[in-house]
Nanobody, 114 residues
Framework: VQLQASGGGLVQAGGSLRLSCAAS????????IGWYRQAPGKQRELVAV???????NYADSVKGRFTISRDNAKNTVYLQMNSLNSEDTAVYYC?????????WGQGTQVTVSS
């Protein structure tokens, strides 16, 4: 399984970015697929995840600002990030889980300047 993350970059506080995670197979084949992030000196944390059934879960810190979605035809999951602030600065990783296996994509850096 390959997960290709993209879309990170430098953005001013209050701005928006959209991350993409392109999977090598249907996103419905995973029990869940989503995004984690790791800021310097901090542990990796869940940002948002979408299950095969379409249910979503978000970290409290991003609720109302971030939206996870997927494009079935492109085997891609998106993370729309709005109202970004400096605390969102981190490396964002795509993550997928299936039958007890965990897959990680490479990270994409998101930097929010104040």
């Amino acid at each position: 399984v390959q997960l290709q993350a993209s879309g990170g970059g430098l953005v001013q506080a209050g701005g928006s970015l959209r991350l993409s995670c392109a999977a090598s197979r249907s996103t419905f084949s995973f029990n869940a697929i989503g995004w984690y992030r790791q800021a310097p000196g901090k542990q990796r944390e869940l940002v948002a995840v979408i299950s095969s059934g379409g249910g979503t879960n978000y970290a409290d810190s991003v609720k109302g600002r971030f939206t996870i979605s997927r494009d079935n035809a492109k085997n891609t999951v998106y993370l729309q990030m709005n109202s970004l602030n400096s605390e969102d600065t981190a490396v964002y990783y795509c993550n997928a889980r299936s039958l007890g296996y965990v897959f990680w994509g490479q990270g994409t850096q998101v930097t929010v300047s104040s």
